[in-house]
C-alpha cells in the first residue's frame, strides 16, 4: 500500500508529521507493507494534513487527519471513514483549478528525479537545449509571462537585455524573499516541487549565457532551504547541474543562500547587497541589474514562480500558455488565499477570475463565518479591497485601476470583526520597522504615520489630512516600494472603514 | 586552551570553511550564529580581518540583519507571526496571551528563559496564527494551545 503525507511547512505545522508515525506504527503493528511517501501540499490547507492512499481508482483522500484518526482509518481499510474526502482531484477546489506550474505539486516525491519525469519534468530543458539563445528568449517572450515577484515586468524583455549584455560572467538570481504575508506560493514550490525551479533557471542560464545561478531564500522557511539544498545536490549529481547539463557540454550550476531577516531584502536590488555580502540598502537604478547586476555583472532577478513556470512554457509550448488569461495578464496565476477564509490555500488558475468569486465562491467566505470586511491583496504594500470592489478582476492593469496591485497573488481576508484602523497604523509601523533606511520620507515619514494615525484614533480629525499629506510624500519621495506603496493600505483602509479611525471605535469594543 | 581561544580557533575554522564562496559574509555569520547562538563580539574584528573589511563594515551589517543577535537568546526562542494574515485570525490576542504569559514584551526574555520574537510572516498564512517554538512551526495556534506547547517544551 502507497500512502502519502505531506511534509510541506504548513502540512506539517498541523501535524503531519505525527500522522506519518502514526501511520508507520500502526502499519508495523498490523504487518502491513506500507510504502510512505512524503509529497507536497495540493494546496487545500484547510484540510491538511491531507493523506492519500494509491487505490485501483487513483489517489483517495482523507482529512484534515489527527494523528490519533490513524488506527480508525487503518480499520476501515481507508474506506467509508468520516473523513473520506474521494479522489483528491475530484475535490471541486482542485478540480476547478488550472494546474501549470503547480502541476507536479502534492502528486510527486518531490526529491525524486524519476518521479519529477515521469510527471513531465525535464522536458521543457531538453527542448531548449536544442534552441539558440535568442530562440529561447522569444519562447519566453511570447509566451507573455510577467514577472510573479510583484512588479510584473516582461520576463522575456529582462532575460533579453542580459542576453544581449556583453560581460565575463553572468548570473541568474532567483528571488526566494516572499516576505508578502498571505503569500506562500514560493515555499509551497520549493518544497512540493524543487526541481522545477531547477529546471527554470538552468533554461534562464541557457537563454542569457549564466552559467551560474542563486536561490536567495528566507531564512524563515527551513523547510524549503533543506529540501532545495537536497535537490541541488541531487541534480548535480545525475548531470542536471554542472559542467555539462544533461550531457549537451553546456555549463549551469547553483547555490542556495539564506536571507537574514530583513523584508525589504526582496527588492530586488536590496537583494543583490545582501547577497554580496554587505548591508541590504536599496540601490538607485540605473544601473539595471539586468546590465550591473550581482557583484557587478549582467544578472536576471526573477521570482520563484516566473522560473518555475518556465518549464512548462518549453514542454507545452509558448502559445499554449499566452492563450489561458485575461488583457495583459496572460497564463495562470497561483492565488494565495489566506486570512480569515474558511477554504484558505493556494488556487492556480488563469487570471480573470473576479475577486468576489476567489474569496466568496472559492475561499467559501469567512472561516469565522461573519460577512467579509475587506480583502488586502498583494501584500503589505497592497491595497485593502472592499465587497463594494468585488467584481475587478484579477490582472495586473484591472487590480492597478482600482488604486491597488496583485503583487505576488496573496489575498488576505478580514471578517467585520477587524480594524481597519489598527492595520493601517500597522501598516506604518512595519515600514518602519522593515527600511532600510536611505530614504527620509519612508524612514522617518513611516515613524510620523504610525504617531498621526494615534492622534486621529485618539480624536483629532484634524490629523486626517496630515496623514493624507504624509502619505503624498512617502508615495513621491521614496526610492522603492516599501516606503512608496505603503500608503495603499493605509488610505485604502482610511477610504474602506473612516469609522475605524474615531475614539468611538474604543467605546464600541 | 581557555574557551575563548576555543571560540576563536572554531570562529576561524567557521570562516576558512566559507572564505572561497562568491559573497561569504552572510553564510559565514549564519554558520558563526548556528554554532554560538549569537555573533561574539570576538567574531567580528575576525571576520573583517578575513574578508579585508572594516569591523564598522561587519558591524554594519550584523546590525542590519533581524535575525543576527549580538547577545544569546534564552533557553527557548518563541517567534511569533504579526503579519496581517496572522491578525486576521486572532493574531493580536495571542500575542497579548504570549506576552502575559511570558511576563516580557517583544525581544525580551522572560519566564523560563523563553525570548519573545516578532516575525513577520512564516508562510503559514492560511492556517495562522502561526508561531515558531525552538525551530519548529505551529500553525492555528490560539493561547491554550500555546500553553500546550511551551509546556511540552519544559517552559
Ligand atoms: C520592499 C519590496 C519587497 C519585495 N519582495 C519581493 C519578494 O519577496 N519576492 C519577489 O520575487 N519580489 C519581491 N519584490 C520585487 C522585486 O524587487 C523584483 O521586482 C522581482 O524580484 C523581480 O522578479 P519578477 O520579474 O520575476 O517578478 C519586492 C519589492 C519591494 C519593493
Ligand atoms: S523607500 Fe524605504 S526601503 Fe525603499 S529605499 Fe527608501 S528607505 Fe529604503
Ligand atoms: S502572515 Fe502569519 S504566517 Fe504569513
Redesign the pocket.
Given at each position: 500500500m502507497r500512502i502519502y503525507v505531506p511534509a510541506d511547512a504548513a502540512a506539517r505545522a498541523l501535524g503531519a508529521d505525527a500522522v506519518a508515525d502514526a501511520i508507520t506504527a500502526e502499519a508495523e503493528a498490523r504487518g502491513l507493507e506500507v510504502t510512505l511517501v512524503r509529497n507536497g501540499t495540493r494546496g487545500m490547507i484547510w484540510l491538511e494534513p491531507l493523506v492519500e492512499v494509491e487505490t485501483d481508482a487513483g489517489r483517495t483522500a482523507f482529512g484534515p487527519v489527527a494523528a490519533s484518526d490513524v488506527p480508525g482509518l487503518f480499520a476501515s481499510n481507508f474506506g467509508d471513514d468520516a473523513l473520506a474526502l474521494g479522489p483528491v482531484e475530484a475535490i471541486p477546489y482542485f478540480a476547478r483549478q488550472t494546474r501549470l506550474t503547480f502541476a507536479r505539486c502534492g502528486l510527486t516525491d518531490p526529491l525524486s528525479l524519476a518521479d519529477y519525469e515521469a510527471h513531465g519534468g525535464l522536458a521543457g530543458l531538453r527542448r531548449a537545449l536544442g534552441m539558440s539563445q535568442a530562440e529561447i528568449v522569444t519562447e519566453v517572450t511570447q509566451s507573455g509571462l510577467r514577472g510573479r515577484g510583484g512588479a510584473g515586468f516582461p520576463t522575456g524583455i529582462k532575460w533579453d537585455t542580459v542576453r544581449k549584455a556583453e560581460a565575463d560572467r553572468k548570473y541568474i538570481v532567483c528571488n526566494a524573499d516572499e516576505g508578502d504575508s498571505g503569500t506562500f506560493a514560493d515555499r509551497m514550490l520549493m518544497e512540493g516541487d524543487p526541481f522545477c525551479l531547477i529546471e527554470g533557471m538552468a533554461i534562464a542560464g541557457l537563454g542569457t549565457g549564466a552559467e551560474k545561478g542563486f536561490v536567495y531564500l528566507r531564512s524563515e522557511y527551513p523547510d524549503a532551504i533543506r529540501v532545495m539544498t537536497a535537490a541541488v545536490d541531487i541534480a548535480r549529481r545525475a548531470g542536471l547541474l554542472g559542467t555539462d547539463v544533461l550531457g549537451s557540454g553546456r555549463a549551469f550550476d547553483m547555490e542556495i543562500r539564506v536571507g537574514a531577516g530583513a523584508y525589504?531584502c526582496g527588492e530586488e536590488t536590496s537583494l543583490l547587497n545582501s547577497l554580496e555580502g554587505k548591508r541590504g540598502?536599496?540601490r538607485a537604478k540605473p544601473p539595471l541589474p539586468a546590465l550591473e547586476g550581482a557583484f557587478g555583472r549582467p544578472t536576471v532577478v526573477n521570482n520563484v514562480i516566473s522560473l518555475a513556470t518556465v518549464p512548462v512554457i518549453f514542454e507545452k509550448g509558448a502559445d499554449y500558455y499566452r492563450d489561458f488569461g485575461l488583457g495583459r495578464s496572460r497564463g495562470t496565476i497561483p492565488l494565495q488565499i489566506a486570512g480569515n477564509v474558511r477554504h484558505g490555500g493556494l488556487f492556480e488558475t488563469a487570471f480573470g477570475l473576479p475577486l468576489g468569486e476567489i474569496v466568496d465562491d472559492i475561499g467559501g467566505g469567512t472561516r469565522s463565518g461573519r460577512p467579509v470586511k475587506a480583502v488586502q491583496v498583494g501584500g503589505p504594500l497592497g491595497a485593502y479591497f472592499g465587497p463594494n470592489q468585488f467584481d475587478t478582476p484579477f490582472g495586473y492593469e484591472e487590480f492597478d485601476g482600482q488604486g491597488g496591485l496583485i503583487g505576488h497573488a496573496g489575498l488576505v481576508v478580514f471578517d467585520d470583526t477587524a480594524d481597519l484602523g489598527a492595520m493601517a497604523r500597522f501598516a506604518m509601523e512595519f515600514c518602519a520597522v522593515e527600511?532600510?533606511?536611505?530614504?527620509t520620507p519612508?524612514?522617518i515619514g513611516a515613524v510620523r504615520g504610525v504617531e498621526t494615525i494615534d492622534r486621529i484614533r485618539q480624536g483629532d480629525a484634524a490629523a486626517i489630512p496630515l496623514l493624507e499629506d504624509l502619505c503624498e510624500t512617502m508615495k513621491d519621495g521614496?526610492?522603492?516600494a516599501?516606503?512608496?506603496f505603503t500608503p495603499y493600505p493605509v488610505l485604502s483602509a482610511l477610504r474602506l472603514a473612516p469609522q475605524d479611525f474615531t475614539p468611538a471605535r474604543e467605546a464600541a469594543e | 586552551m581557555s574557551d575563548a581561544s576555543a571560540d576563536l580557533t572554531e570562529i576561524d575554522r567557521i570562516i576558512d570553511g566559507h572564505r572561497t564562496l562568491e559573497g561569504p559574509m552572510l553564510p559565514i555569520l549564519h554558520a558563526i550564529q548556528h554554532a554560538f547562538g549569537h555573533i561574539p563580539e570576538a567574531a567580528i574584528a575576525r571576520i573583517a580581518h578575513a574578508l579585508n573589511l572594516g569591523r564598522a563594515e561587519v558591524h554594519g551589517v550584523v546590525s542590519f540583519y533581524h535575525d543576527f543577535r549580538e547577545t544569546p537568546a534564552g533557553t527557548h526562542t518563541l517567534r511569533i507571526c504579526r503579519a496581517e494574515a496572522c491578525q486576521a485570525q486572532g493574531g493580536a490576542a495571542l500575542e497579548a496571551a504570549a506576552q502575559r504569559r511570558l511576563a516580557t514584551g517583544w525581544h525580551g526574555t522572560g519566564t523560563c528563559g523563553v525570548t519573545l520574537e516578532p516575525v513577520y510572516c512564516l508562510g503559514l498564512c492560511a492556517c495562522g496564527p502561526a508561531v515558531e517554538l525552538d525551530g519548529q512551526l505551529h500553525g492555528r495556534v490560539d493561547a491554550d494551545r500555546l500553553e500546550t506547547l511551551l509546556k511540552e517544551a519544559g517552559a
Open positions: 525589504v540598502t536599496v527600511s532600510c533606511g536611505k530614504c519612508c524612514r521614496s526610492l522603492c516599501l516606503g512608496g | -
